[in-house]
């Protein structure tokens, strides 16, 4: 399978603690963004690298969440001190730069 | 106001039924307009870009209307299949490939 992946698919953790989401993208895509999905909502936008930088962040992105992409291939998201309110889909999505972005599946996350 | 503006829904329409789903963005120099759909617990996948010449791709037709910024989806012979979320996507930026400004999400329910 080709597409993008995203690990874990289901994590349920503890208000206060860590989390952190892997993405791997298409591999030739040299953009990778990083989307959040709450119930009833469309997704919203996080941040976005090409290639290692990271390009554009989004306000939703507290300084308690960090991305990383550091050798431009997969992406790491990592929430520090989780909340309830953080609980959500978290996508992630790679594209050629103009072009159509692919999604992966998702990382649910549920903050307890 | 919302970025992008769609009524959540949900239509129940009868199989072989007409459907039409509006939308209203409020950033007039967006650049790029889409349509995704969404299955219950999945990724979103793009379903057609949007252009003002309007364009179709079989039983669906796209229609954008700069001056009202407003954008909409017809969908012609609707099938069981087609139930889903279809969300209407704005891109700022010419040619995508930057930050997708996503709506809530119509939801669809094509029934016997």
């Known amino acids: 399978d080709t597409g993008v992946s995203q690990n874990p698919r289901h994590k349920i953790t503890k208000r206060g603690q860590n989390v952190t989401f892997r993405c791997d993208p298409i591999?030739?895509?040299?953009?990778l963004y990083w989307y959040r999905q709450t119930l009833g909502q469309g997704p919203e936008f996080l941040t976005y690298?090409?290639?290692?930088?990271?390009?554009?962040k989004s306000r939703l992105l507290s300084d308690r969440f960090s991305a990383e992409r550091p050798k431009g291939s997969f992406s790491t998201l990592e929430i520090q001190r989780t909340e309830q309110g953080d609980s959500a889909m978290y996508l992630c999505?790679?594209?050629?730069?103009?072009?159509?972005?692919?999604f992966g599946p998702g990382t649910r996350l549920t903050v307890l | 106001r919302k970025e992008v503006e769609q009524d959540p829904g949900p239509f129940n329409v009868p199989e072989g039924a007409t459907v039409a789903f509006n939308c209203t963005y409020s950033?007039?120099?967006?650049?790029?307009f889409f349509w995704y759909r969404q299955d219950c617990r999945k990724e979103p996948k793009l379903l057609m870009s949007?252009?003002?010449s309007g364009n179709e791709d079989g039983r669906f037709t796209a229609q954008l209307n700069r001056a009202s910024q407003y954008i909409s989806l017809l969908i012609r012979d609707s099938k069981l299949s087609d139930s889903a979320t279809y969300l209407c996507?704005?891109?700022?930026?010419?040619?995508?490939?930057?930050?997708?400004?996503f709506g809530t999400g119509t939801q669809l329910k094509v029934e016997l």
């Open positions: 949007v252009y003002s």
């Open positions: 996507v704005v891109d700022p930026r010419e040619g995508g490939g930057n930050k997708l400004t």
């Open positions: 591999s030739e895509h040299n953009r």
């Open positions: 950033n007039s120099a967006s650049q790029s």
């Open positions: 690298f090409q290639n290692e930088a990271q390009l554009e």
């Open positions: 999505a790679s594209s050629f730069p103009g072009d159509e972005q692919f």
